[in-house]
């Protein structure tokens, strides 16, 4: 049975349903998807997966609905995961999703200086913040952190191909592609391996920079790992002293972007973006979506020549930072110097007490219950991550809420869940459906309501 049971595209659209869909895109979009949805049941019934040729007009409409909408949309994130790189990292501020609203929408100052009636540079919109943020004398920005490395690298490279000095204990990866050994390589530097993978002294430093074939000096920032047991490294300001000392230039990548330091205990020994400078790299890169809570890009800053290096290198134009995020980095920037890097959601989330949560959690508790009185729901404690690859040994204490219902499995729930529109992304630990509260946002209640009706409803 089935096959020749399926609709047409044509029966499909005479229904209800199918007209609504034709309200929703031009008839040609709306019968391609209507036709690939129906070849998707046509395999299903053929490979035996689906037994019976869906005729539910309303579950095709859905279907096909999702086919329709935008590939790259809003998710709720309910994983606690603060700053999950597979779902966006960091959450901008309002006011920085405004200012890249107006920015994008028509024409813009991106290199121009109306005042002065002559071209500008992209860079300049964020030049001074920077400085003030981070005590640097000049900056420029980039695409993402992995290009502000690459750029150093290239702009500071010795001309005569003299190597560059790294601690073994240093050739990290972060997350996927990006492999220091390796994006040295493609940098065309030389490397000058020193010390151990677990231990690297001032005195490698100090053979390494005696060298006639050394010219340059990283140090990166172990963002997402950690070493115990016999190990040592060479602090930061240490590094700069040393490469000073011998009169090499140095550069330094600090990953995560924490501006000032911190004694809050969500922010573990991260290194402060204004202590780096202040030890006196010729260059410091960072990132943008990390702690420093704005949006993807890659902040270079440090001494006037080495940033004027930078910014006059060929490879910037491959690299430069577009307009839609530069105008959330200088909102971003802003809303740190006006009122604290606490104003910033992903701050906010960090830093975000039992108590806080737990208000947080009680409200949508009492939310689900009443609008679903056969729903079990459940305050749980559990244990949250910051992500990103960054402070990977912080676990914040937070809440989430338990749902469960009967007839219905955590893995059933994750599925419709994760099908609605928005998505609600939980997780499942120990045989539980979990959505933790660290990571929502104000108006994420409404839509979790919605996504867990439509869970229910399919399920009836
Ligand atoms: C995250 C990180 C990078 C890569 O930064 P992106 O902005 O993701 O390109 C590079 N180095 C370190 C130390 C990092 O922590």
Same mark, same amino acid.
Not at 17 to 27: D, F, H, I, N, S
Not at 33 to 59: F, I, K, Y
Not at 93 to 109: C, F, I, L, Q
Not at 223 to 250: H, I, K, M, T, W
């Given at each position: 049975?089935?096959?020749?049971?399926?609709?047409?595209?044509d029966?499909?659209?005479?229904?209800?349903?199918?007209?609504?869909?034709?309200?929703?895109?031009?008839?040609?979009?709306?019968?391609?998807?209507?036709?690939?949805?129906?070849e998707a049941?046509?395999?299903?019934?053929?490979?035996?997966?689906?037994?019976?040729?869906?005729?539910?007009?309303?579950?095709?409409?859905?279907?096909?609905?999702?086919?329709?909408?935008?590939s790259?949309?809003?998710?709720?994130?309910?994983?606690?995961?603060?700053?999950?790189?597979?779902?966006g990292?960091?959450?901008?501020h309002?006011?920085?999703?405004?200012?890249?609203?107006?920015?994008?929408?028509?024409?813009?100052?991106?290199?121009?200086?109306?005042?002065?009636?002559?071209?500008?540079?992209?860079?300049?919109?964020?030049?001074?913040?920077? #400085? /003030?943020?981070?005590?640097?004398?000049?900056?420029?920005?980039?695409?993402?952190?992995?290009?502000?490395?690459?750029?150093?690298? %290239?702009?500071?490279?010795?001309?005569?191909?003299?190597?560059?000095?790294?601690?073994?204990?240093?050739?990290?990866?972060?997350?996927?592609?990006?492999?220091?050994?390796?994006?040295?390589?493609?940098?065309?530097?030389?490397?000058?391996?020193?010390?151990?993978?677990n231990?690297?002294?001032?005195?490698?430093?100090?053979?390494?920079?005696?060298?006639?074939?050394?010219?340059?000096?990283?140090?990166?920032?172990?963002?997402?790992?950690v070493?115990?047991?016999?190990?040592?490294?060479?602090?930061?300001?240490?590094?700069?002293?040393?490469?000073?000392? &011998?009169?090499?230039? #140095?550069?330094?990548d600090?990953?995560?972007?924490?501006?000032?330091?911190?004694?809050?205990?969500?922010?573990?020994? /991260?290194?402060?973006?204004?202590?780096?400078?202040?030890?006196?790299?010729d260059?410091?890169?960072?990132s943008?979506?990390?702690?420093?809570?704005?949006? %993807?890009?890659?902040?270079?800053?440090?001494r006037?020549g080495?940033v004027?290096?930078a910014?006059?290198?060929?490879?910037?134009?491959?690299?430069?930072?577009?307009?839609?995020?530069?105008?959330?980095?200088?909102?971003?920037?802003?809303?740190?110097?006006?009122?604290?890097?606490?104003?910033?959601?992903?701050?906010?989330?960090?830093? &975000?007490?039992?108590?806080?949560?737990?208000?947080?959690?009680?409200?949508?508790?009492?939310r689900?219950?009443?609008?679903?009185?056969?729903?079990?729901?459940?305050?749980?404690?559990?244990?949250?991550?910051?992500?990103?690859?960054?402070?990977? /040994?912080?676990?914040?204490?937070?809440?989430?809420?338990?749902?469960?219902?009967?007839?219905?499995?955590?893995?059933?729930?994750?599925?419709?869940?994760?099908?609605?529109?928005?998505?609600?992304?939980?997780?499942?630990?120990?045989?539980?459906?979990?959505?933790d509260?660290?990571?929502?946002?104000?108006?994420?209640?409404?839509?979790?309501?919605?996504?867990?009706?439509?869970?229910?409803?399919?399920?009836?």
């Amino acid at each position: 049975m089935g096959l020749d049971e399926l609709p047409s595209v044509d029966e499909v659209l005479r229904t209800a349903p199918g007209q609504a869909l034709l309200g929703r895109a031009p008839r040609p979009v709306v019968v391609a998807a209507v036709r690939a949805e129906l070849e998707a049941l046509r395999s299903a019934l053929r490979a035996g997966t689906s037994m019976s040729p869906v005729v539910d007009p309303r579950r095709l409409e859905a279907r096909v609905a999702e086919r329709l909408r935008p590939s790259l949309r809003r998710v709720i994130n309910a994983t606690g995961v603060v700053l999950h790189t597979n779902l966006g990292r960091a959450p901008l501020h309002p006011t920085a999703a405004t200012r890249v609203a107006e920015v994008a929408a028509g024409y813009s100052t991106l290199e121009y200086r109306p005042d002065e009636r002559r071209r500008g540079s992209r860079h300049d919109h964020v030049a001074a913040l920077l #400085c /003030e943020l981070t005590g640097a004398e000049a900056s420029c920005v980039v695409n993402n952190n992995a290009a502000g490395v690459l750029l150093a690298l %290239q702009a500071l490279a010795p001309a005569d191909h003299r190597a560059v000095v790294v601690s073994r204990g240093e050739l990290v990866e972060i997350g996927g592609s990006f492999r220091m050994p390796d994006v040295m390589v493609a940098a065309g530097v030389v490397l000058a391996e020193i010390g151990t993978t677990n231990k690297t002294r001032a005195s490698d430093y100090e053979a390494a920079l005696r060298r006639p074939d050394v010219g340059l000096v990283i140090k990166v920032h172990r963002s997402n790992f950690v070493q115990r047991g016999f190990v040592d490294e060479v602090s930061f300001g240490e590094v700069a002293a040393l490469a000073r000392a &011998a009169g090499v230039a #140095c550069i330094a990548d600090v990953g995560s972007g924490l501006l000032e330091r911190s004694s809050a205990p969500h922010l573990g020994a /991260e290194p402060a973006v204004r202590d780096v400078v202040a030890a006196g790299y010729d260059l410091v890169t960072f990132s943008g979506d990390k702690l420093l809570g704005g949006p %993807q890009a890659g902040l270079v800053v440090g001494r006037a020549g080495a940033v004027a290096r930078a910014r006059q290198h060929p490879l910037m134009r491959a690299l430069r930072p577009d307009k839609l995020q530069l105008a959330a980095l200088e909102a971003t920037l802003q809303l740190v110097r006006d009122h604290g890097a606490a104003a910033l959601p992903v701050h906010a989330m960090l830093s &975000a007490d039992l108590a806080t949560l737990r208000a947080r959690a009680e409200a949508l508790r009492i939310r689900l219950c009443e609008c679903f009185p056969d729903l079990a729901v459940q305050l749980v404690e559990v244990r949250s991550a910051v992500g990103g690859g960054a402070l990977p /040994e912080v676990e914040l204490p937070s809440l989430a809420l338990a749902l469960g219902r009967a007839g219905l499995s955590p893995d059933d729930l994750d599925h419709a869940l994760r099908r609605a529109d928005p998505p609600v992304i939980g997780r499942i630990a120990e045989g539980r459906y979990l959505l933790d509260v660290r990571t929502l946002l104000v108006d994420d209640t409404m839509e979790i309501v919605r996504a867990v009706r439509g869970a229910l409803d399919t399920r009836e």
